[in-house]
């Protein structure tokens, strides 16, 4: 069952604007990660928040966590072309060692010149 | 990037052929992973690796197996592979000296059953 659910599913902005992703999931968890994925490409990791934190940031990256909701937001400020990918947020609830990941279905951003 | 390969980067078969994915790293990480992804679904996980011959069942594990002879190796396996496995499949690593929950993903393997 997938954890994670974004919003939206696909977003197209222009550089310089930000752009904001929301990601939704159902169980508690121990983190949440932001990954990007360039098209044809692996996925990057970009950020991770613990369940304990509120919010933090990464140069041009904010991303939020508020555990009441079982939600998350990235903000990326200044957008460049180079942004341009699928985003996707991942939740690890397990308690062992081995980072179990439960991926998001992903939003693919789009930014235009 | 690191260090993480994939072999095929690409295959095509047929329905009821075995087909083995290789996932190679130089880095000596303890843990290691085999996605798939298919649209509308985002990455779930196939099975994943503590440790060289420990292994265990991820949430889409039916009709693959996997074996870790050596740190650096991770085979998935398809016994017999169906049309549903057409996909593409990650592999990805986490440990030592990378933050623990951080996984780092190779460039993956596009797989097509015909």
């Known amino acids: 069952s997938q954890q994670g659910e974004e919003d939206p599913q696909a977003l197209s902005i222009q550089e310089g604007e930000n752009a904001t992703m929301n990601c939704s999931y159902k169980?508690?968890?121990?983190?949440l990660q932001w990954y990007r994925q360039n098209s044809g490409r692996g996925l990057v990791h970009l950020i991770l928040i613990r369940s304990n934190e509120r919010e933090k940031h990464s140069g041009r990256l904010r991303v939020t966590l508020d555990t009441s909701k079982k939600s998350s937001s990235l903000l990326i400020t200044a957008s460049r072309a180079a942004d341009t990918a699928s985003y996707f947020c991942a939740t690890d609830g397990d308690t062992g060692t081995a980072s179990k990941l439960t991926f998001g279905t992903g939003t693919r951003l789009q930014v235009t010149l | 990037d690191a260090g993480i390969t994939q072999s095929p980067r690409h295959k095509v078969t047929e329905t009821g052929t075995p087909v083995t994915l290789r996932c190679h790293q130089t880095e000596n990480h303890r843990y290691m992973y085999w996605y798939r992804q298919d649209p509308g679904h985002g990455l779930r996980l196939i099975h994943y690796?503590?440790?060289?011959?420990?292994?265990d069942k991820g949430e889409v594990s039916d009709g693959y197996s996997v074996s870790r002879s050596k740190t650096e190796d991770f085979l998935l396996t398809l016994e017999s592979a169906t049309s549903s496995q057409t996909s593409v499949y990650f592999c990805a690593i986490s440990g030592p000296p990378y933050a623990p929950e951080t996984q780092y993903f190779g460039p993956g393997t596009r797989l097509l059953v015909l």
């Open positions: 169980t508690s968890i121990n983190n």
């Open positions: 690796s503590y440790g060289v011959k420990d292994t």
